[in-house]
């Protein structure tokens, strides 16, 4: 069974930065696609970055230019830099999972979610 455990929310200013990490087991074979998604109160979950076993990354429009996904092999471990925080970035960010042979933005296409961890970004 795949488990995944996000950590790294808390709070901080406009302009600043957090660093997500999502601890993953229990995941057999060497293709996966790992994505981070959020969702804010009142709105649908949305996809943020996807990380795929190629090593292909994709980025929602909205965050482009000032996050970074990552994924560190040795520890099987996912990772969201997230700079330049803006106050629309606040939401309950989600590590999620699949073995599929592609790797979009989509939620539906991930059967894994980890519990989620809150991001909040004051003005």
């Known amino acids: 069974q795949v488990q995944l455990m996000e950590s790294g929310g808390g709070s901080v200013q406009a302009g600043g930065s957090l660093r997500l990490s999502c601890a993953a087991s229990?995941?057999?074979?060497?293709?996966?696609?790992m994505g981070w998604f959020r969702q804010a109160p009142g709105k649908e979950r949305e996809g943020v970055a996807t990380?795929?076993?190629?090593?292909?990354?994709r980025y929602a429009d909205s965050v482009k230019g000032r996050f970074t996904i990552s994924k560190d092999n040795a520890k099987n471990t996912l990772y969201l830099q997230m700079n330049s925080l803006k106050p629309e970035d606040t939401a309950i960010y989600y590590c999620a999972a699949h073995r599929r042979p592609f790797c979009l933005l989509i939620p539906g296409d991930f059967p894994y979610w980890g519990q989620g961890t809150q991001v909040t970004v004051s003005s």
């Open positions: 990380f795929d076993s190629d090593g292909d990354t």
């Open positions: 229990g995941y057999t074979g060497s293709r996966y696609c």
